[in-house]
């Protein structure tokens, strides 16, 4: 299952526009599925000991999902459509959302404010609270978790958001004039410069796709 991602900016309002990006400033500022960079335990709380990281002290194991890093007070919206099925408001997760979606569970944690309400279905891209840094954060950020579920709703395992998540990207002039000679051993004319600089690299594929096919059986 594809999802969109679950913000528009990242930290200083940067734009989120291409994956690659995406995941240049999460390696960057934030913290990436599968590893565990939390730190020493007693920096989240004195009683806790300072010789092992927050992950291993608590149990937890490597890092479940990415930490995005956001300003405060950053919008955060629904990855998919779905029904909303927890609430968080604890001493570790802070405020937190998880919604429920066809063999999915989207999990948003560390949140200033909770848009939404048990039970309430919301559709993809709705907005759904604002970032912040509550429970056991070190900096404003989204915790965002993907987890693989059976068709009644029960936990299979903990899944890579960066493998699920797709974004919308366009192409520009280079790109486009690149792509045609790939896909059709030419330069676009003006004409298909100008229609197909700024749109979507999955539509331009699928139409090339096409096209091609029809290129390879026409008769000579």
């Given amino acids: 299952m594809e999802v969109i991602c679950p913000v528009k900016k990242t930290r200083g309002g940067i734009p989120v526009k291409t994956k690659a990006d995406f995941v240049a400033i999460i ?3 934030g913290q990436l599925f599968g590893v565990d960079q ?3 335990a007693c920096n989240y709380n004195a009683s806790y000991p300072c010789d092992v990281s927050l992950y291993q002290h608590m149990g937890w194991g490597p890092h479940k999902g990415i930490d995005i890093p956001l300003d405060e007070g950053d ?3 629904a990855v998919a459509g779905g029904k909303v099925v927890r609430i968080s408001d604890s001493v570790t997760q802070g405020l937190g959302i998880v919604i429920r979606h066809p063999n999915l569970e989207s999990v948003y944690w560390h949140n200033k404010e909770n848009l939404v309400t048990v039970g309430q279905q919301v559709k993809k891209g ?5 970032a912040d840094s509550t429970g056991f954060s070190t900096g404003h950020h989204i915790h965002f978790e ?3 579920t059976d068709d009644i709703g029960n936990f299979v395992e903990y899944l890579d958001p960066l493998s699920l998540i797709s974004f919308d990207e366009v192409m ?3 790109e486009v004039k690149k792509l045609y000679r790939l ?3 030419r330069d676009p004319d003006a004409g298909e410069l100008s229609f197909w600089v700024g749109k979507d690299l999955e539509e331009f594929l699928n139409t090339a796709i096409k096209d091609r096919a029809n290129f390879l059986n026409s008769p000579i």
């Fill in 183 to 185: 896909a059709f051993y």
């Fill in 75 to 77: 919008e955060i919206f």
């Fill in 126 to 130: 709705d907005l759904i609270a604002k």
């Fill in 27 to 29: 390696r960057t500022y």
């Fill in 146 to 148: 993907t987890r693989k």
């Fill in 172 to 174: 520009s002039e280079q």
């Fill in 38 to 40: 939390s730190g020493p």
